[in-house]
């Protein structure tokens, strides 16, 4: 009856911005990719819908009505209960997708208690990742993230992902942007690539929000001055930051450019891992 779920980081190892719609959301053309490591649910059968948090990035995360686990579970039930357990591993506002992650780990991780069927059309409404995160695969995104279609180009990227201990507001991050209409994603290739031709190819492609993210934590800089220097052939925010990855030849030399960073920032989260599916 129990059932566990790992809600995997979701990385933008490209995330352009190319127009705004009329009710303020921007338009966007996105590679996303997915870490071998994220937040840990778990959903056993109860009265009533509870949530219970732990974990390194559970302590001032809201258990009520407003965290996103609940928002998710209450959306599919039809009067039904659980309990859900979260283990908060990821770092909350940073990028890297995790309450929305966690609510489709929850939608999933109910739908089979419940036994109901996998499907979610409400996804979108509950964030933007959602929909990207029920897949929890390599894909382009586009639109406000609900124009989702596969990639089977890029190999699994080792990586190292970097969290300075520093939140940004996603609507903030959007709101300093500049430029709404910049270029989308060049011509993606057809084949499958070798890590260097694929970081080759995403080191063309850009993350729009880098520098509006960087006006409001000049962190960002060092961290990706930081991952430079630790050995990634590519350097880059995700999402609308704070949180960075470097892409490495090997996880070897992810590991041991995780290793080094640790050492140098011991308050920085830092973890190597593998992008892919
Ligand atoms: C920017 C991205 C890229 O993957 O990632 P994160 O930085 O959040 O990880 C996402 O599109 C974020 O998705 P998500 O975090 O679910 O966003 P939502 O809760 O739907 O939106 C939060 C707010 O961000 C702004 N927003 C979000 C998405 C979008 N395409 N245009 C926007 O302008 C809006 O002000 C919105 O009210
Ligand atoms: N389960 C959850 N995990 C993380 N954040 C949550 C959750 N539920 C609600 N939130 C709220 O959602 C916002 C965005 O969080 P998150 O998804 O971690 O950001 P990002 O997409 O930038 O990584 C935060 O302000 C946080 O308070």
């Known amino acids: 009856m129990h059932n566990k779920r790992i809600a995997r980081a979701k990385i933008n190892l490209s995330l352009h911005v190319v127009g705004q719609r009329e009710d303020g959301y921007h338009l966007l053309d996105s590679i996303v990719a997915f870490a071998d490591f994220g937040d840990e649910l ?3 059968p109860a009265e009533k819908l509870d949530l219970r948090i732990s974990g390194p990035f559970g302590s001032g995360l809201s258990d009520g009505k407003d965290n996103l686990i609940l928002r998710a579970a209450q959306r599919l039930s039809t ?12 770092p909350v506002a940073s990028g890297i997708g995790g309450g929305s992650a966690d609510a489709a780990a929850t939608l999933l991780g109910c739908a089979e208690l419940w036994r109901m069927p996998n499907s979610f059309d409400f996804a979108l409404d509950l964030g ?18 609900d124009v989702i279609s596969p990639l089977w180009c890029l190999p699994a990227l080792p990586m190292v992902l970097v969290n300075s201990g520093d939140a940004v507001s996603t ?5 300093r942007l500049r430029s709404k209409e910049n270029a989308p994603l ?11 031709a694929a970081v080759a190819w995403i080191a063309q492609q850009r993350n729009d929000l880098e520098q509006a993210a960087t006006d409001i934590v000049p962190r960002i800089a060092d961290v990706l001055a930081t991952l430079h220097g630790s050995g990634a052939e ?6 609308s930051g ?7 030849p090997s996880i ?5 450019a995780a290793m080094e960073i640790s050492k140098r920032q011991p308050n920085w989260w830092v973890r190597a891992g593998v992008l892919g599916d």
């Open 42 to 44: 778990t959903f056993a």
């Open 79 to 90: 009067g039904q209960g659980a309990q859900i357990d979260l283990l908060k591993n990821l």
């Open 128 to 145: 933007a990742d959602v929909p990207i995160c029920l897949r929890s695969q390599t894909l382009r995104m586009q639109g406000i993230g």
């Open 242 to 248: 704070a949180s960075c990855f470097g892409l490495y």
């Open 234 to 239: 590519l350097a880059r925010m995700s999402g």
């Open 171 to 175: 609507p903030e991050v959007f709101s």
């Open 186 to 196: 060049g011509k993606m290739p057809n084949a499958e690539m070798t890590i260097g």
């Open 252 to 256: 070897d030399a992810a590991e041991m």
